[in-house]
């Protein structure tokens, strides 16, 4: 996982694919692609491919409900330069949700109609909303505002929406153990004899009758 | 309990002074315009804080929250509503204020 990258990446890809319809009278529709920017494009790219969708990250807030300490050793976390066939263990990653807005432009209200409904029905739905990502993890993603604004720019119609939604991730810290060196805390306890202790060995007590001291432990290595 | 409840009203109602204080700050703080930052205010209404822009100013306010094909959005209001700590110390110092002596 490589945090904000993947988020953004996993979430572009979820925008990409939608399709609107442009209807002529008497003719067949033809359909068009939505392109999904990061940030805003190229004016001239813009001018030539409405609609669009815009994604920006406008929040980064740490989400204490989800916070616990400790350590851990979760598959998802484990850095890409661990070595393979080693355990590695890291403190538990801070929680935090990262907050996009998710914006989107046309021209033709029929086109922004067709934008909404994918978007709400399908990609950003108003509840039970997820998000899969590269690192096999499936993330909360909560919807939590449609705002629309259409303005009139040149003597032309430009149908916006801005939708704010939510997503959890978290942020790794430390390594608590270097992976490379972890097979030395990897031990145990394979075999302990006790043998029967000698009378010296009996820690003063040989009058005790029932008493048995400790005799030689022996901790080998797998 | 009425009494009580009276007295949550009236903290709340009086650290939005406050409150619109803060959120001004971080409007002005990230480049909004005069007019719309004055205009930029926290209210208390059915139990629930928001910050609001009203007014001729709400259209470039909108501008500044989400952005246009120009510019990208700053979504002051937005974080301002994610950090409940700086909206509660306000709150929790009024209300101290006004229960002293009532328990």
Redesign the interface.
């Known amino acids: 996982m490589t945090f904000l990258l993947s988020e953004d990446k996993a979430l572009r890809e979820k925008l990409q694919g939608m399709i609107v319809h442009d209807q002529k009278a008497g003719l067949a529709s033809t359909t068009r692609q939505v392109g999904v920017w990061f ?2 494009p190229d004016q001239e790219i ?1 001018d030539q491919s409405y609609p669009y969708v815009t994604i ?1 990250l ?2 980064i ?1 740490r989400d204490n409900a989800r916070e616990m300490r400790g350590l851990t050793s979760d598959v998802y976390l484990k850095p890409d330069d661990a070595p393979a066939n080693k355990i590695f263990i890291v403190d538990l990653p801070i929680p935090v949700f990262l ?1 996009y ?1 998710v ?1 989107t ?1 046309s021209r033709h209200p029929r086109h922004d109609r067709e934008i909404i409904s994918q978007l709400l029905g399908k990609k950003l739905p108003l509840r039970a909303g997820a998000l899969e990502v590269e690192d096999k993890t499936v993330r909360r993603l909560d919807t939590l505002s449609v ?1 629309k ?1 259409d ?1 009139t720019e040149q003597a032309r119609r ?1 149908f ?1 929406n ?1 939708i ?1 939604i939510r997503v959890s991730s978290e942020i790794l810290q430390n390594f608590v153990d270097d992976p490379t060196n972890l097979t030395t805390y990897r031990y145990t306890v394979n075999r302990v004899n006790v043998s029967n202790p000698a009378t010296s060995r009996q820690g003063g007590r040989s009058s005790v009758p029932d008493y048995y001291g400790t005799g030689n432990f022996t901790i080998s290595a797998p | 309990m009425e009494k009580f409840l009276k007295v949550l009203d009236k903290a709340a109602i009086a650290s939005t002074d406050h409150m619109t204080k803060q959120v001004r700050n971080r409007a002005e703080d990230a480049g909004w315009d005069k007019e719309v930052v004055q205009s930029t205010a926290v209210v208390y209404d059915g139990g629930k804080f928001s910050a609001k822009i009203e007014g001729p100013a709400s259209d470039k306010g ?1 501008v500044h929250e ?5 510019s ?4 002051i209001l ?2 301002y509503g ?2 409940p700590q700086a909206a509660s110390d306000a709150f929790l110092s009024y209300l101290e204020s006004e229960v002293k002596g009532m328990l």
Do not use: H, S
């Open positions: 940030g805003q813009r920006d406008v929040d807030q907050e807005q914006t432009y705002n604004r303005v430009l916006v801005a704010t | 909108f989400f952005g246009d094909q120009t990208p959005p700053t979504a937005r974080q994610n950090d």
